[in-house]
């Protein structure tokens, strides 16, 4: 190699390296936009440029990998179904879906919708029925509880099933669920002399989980439980609660327990009691056996409460 071809090698290599240079390779933390050429970003970085608070440990080399034809790198992750409603981005085929769907919800509505007839109602019922027994089992999400609306909507269109009206739920508790519910009122009670609250908070951590031999991450999440109870002659309004905790856990609904989850208008008959669920995704990563202490508002009242983040969805802390 003659003189001018060893410094055109080298002016090429120099270019590259300035090319490459706020680039991370293969293995590395990384954030949005920052992966080296066609590698995607896997379940480090949040969205709106937010950091996880502390240091970063890197994805497990395995998840980081080339995409292929079509898909999203990172930068165009929050414009797909891959960037979940609180959530990081993933490669995904790195990842196993959800089960009931709700990680590709318009997607396989659209297919159901498309496919139509009795398996699509089968499927959708399956769906529905994945979604209750996690629910009555004290896992449920928001991307679950939307999920669950627009399917419940398909099943109009595609025709009634006897899921229409139960939403999934059979009468038949799981021995979790069954402990849940028959526990409820040994819980301490609050009031203000217009309304008592019984409560119960269940977080669950990040954490991965294996569905059908893959790996399946889940985002933080938490279900307040809310027992209340009118003790007016008249009719009441309840606003919706306020959790505060560190890490935050910002409400992003609350509904009637045992119904499909479109969001309560908080009004209370006189003497009337009714079971409510609140729903949401913690502010910040959070490892399964943390404790969490909360302070949970409603209306003028303060209800402190404590609990240890679960790592499955059926494996809780009570």
């Not at 709106?48 to 079509?70: I, M, N, V």
């Not at 505060?244 to 009637?256: C, D, G, I, K, N």
Request: charged share 25%; net charge neutral; aromatic share 4%.
């Amino acid at each position: 190699m003659g003189a001018f071809d060893r410094l055109s090698a080298t002016a090429c290599v120099l270019a590259l390296l300035l090319l490459t240079a706020c680039k991370k390779a293969e293995g590395e933390a990384c954030s949005k936009g920052q992966c080296e050429g066609r590698l995607a970003c896997v379940g480090i970085e949040e969205p709106h440029q937010r950091h996880r608070a502390g240091k970063e440990e890197p994805p497990d080399p395995k998840l980081q990998r080339k995409p292929q034809p079509g898909e999203q790198t990172c930068q165009k992750c929050r414009e797909t179904e891959s960037c979940t409603d609180n959530g990081w981005c993933y490669c995904p085929e790195s990842y196993e879906g959800c089960p009931c769907g709700c990680d590709r919800s318009e997607k396989m509505s659209a297919e159901l919708r498309a496919q139509g007839g009795a398996e699509a109602l089968e499927t959708l019922g399956w769906s529905l029925q994945t979604i209750a027994e996690r629910e009555q089992a004290g896992y449920i999400t928001e991307a679950m509880v939307q999920h669950r609306l627009r399917l419940l909507g398909l099943q109009s269109e595609l025709g009634p099933t006897q899921a229409a009206s139960t939403f999934g739920l059979t009468p038949e508790l799981s021995p979790i669920a069954e402990r849940l519910r028959s526990s409820r009122g040994e819980l301490p009670a609050t009031d203000d002399g217009t309304l008592r609250v019984r409560s119960r908070l269940l977080v669950h951590g990040e954490a991965i989980e294996m569905v059908r031999g893959r790996k399946k991450k889940l985002l933080p999440s938490f279900r307040l439980w809310l027992g209340l109870e009118n003790l007016t002659r008249g009719p009441l309004t309840v606003r919706r609660p306020t959790v505060e905790a560190t890490p935050t856990l910002p409400v992003s609904r609350w509904y009637v327990e045992d119904t499909a989850g479109e969001p309560w208008n908080g009004q209370m008959q006189p003497d009337e009691t009714e079971s409510v669920l609140v729903v949401g995704y913690l502010g910040a990563p959070v490892k399964p056996g943390t404790r969490i202490d909360a302070v949970v508002h409603v209306g003028e009242m303060r209800i402190e409460t404590t609990a240890v983040a679960g790592k499955r969805w059926n494996e809780l802390f009570l």
